[in-house]
């Protein structure tokens, strides 16, 4: 099992869920993260006063995916979050040694243990 995080423009959002779908990868979380890489400088605007922003606004997308899914989701990802200009994001994808269901923990807690 792997574990792939992809760092997307927040607008591609839509596409990389509708990709990801299409491969047959339904699940996975969504973040709102802040960061300073190699995107473009941007101006930001307050009150009237603009202002140099120092860190973007990107989402962060979280997969658990089997190793035989591995390449279908980063294509799925990568395919439709490209937008052929710096910023765009990036993936990475590391191993998992073990998933553990939580709900599995409240049942048997519930039954004394058993």
């Known amino acids: 099992m792997k574990r792939i995080d992809a760092i997307i423009r927040p607008e ?11 491969a047959g990868i339904t699940a996975f979380t969504l973040a709102d993260v802040r960061g300073h890489g190699r995107s473009p400088d941007r101006m930001g605007e307050w009150r009237g006063v603009k202002y140099e922003m120092l860190v973007t606004h990107k989402l962060s997308i ?6 035989e899914e591995v390449e279908a989701a980063v294509m799925a990802i990568a ?14 994808v590391s191993p998992v040694d073990a998933v553990h269901a939580i709900s599995a923990y409240g049942r048997a807690a519930d039954t004394g243990g058993s």
């Not at 591609?12 to 299409?22: G, H, I, S, T």
């Not at 979280?62 to 190793?67: M, N």
Request: glycine fraction near 10%; avoid cysteine; charge should be negative.
């Open 79 to 92: 395919s439709t979050a490209s937008t052929g200009s710096i910023g765009d994001g990036l993936i990475t």
């Open 12 to 22: 591609r959002v839509d596409l990389v869920a509708e990709a990801l779908d299409k």
């Open 62 to 67: 979280t997969l658990l995916v089997d190793d």
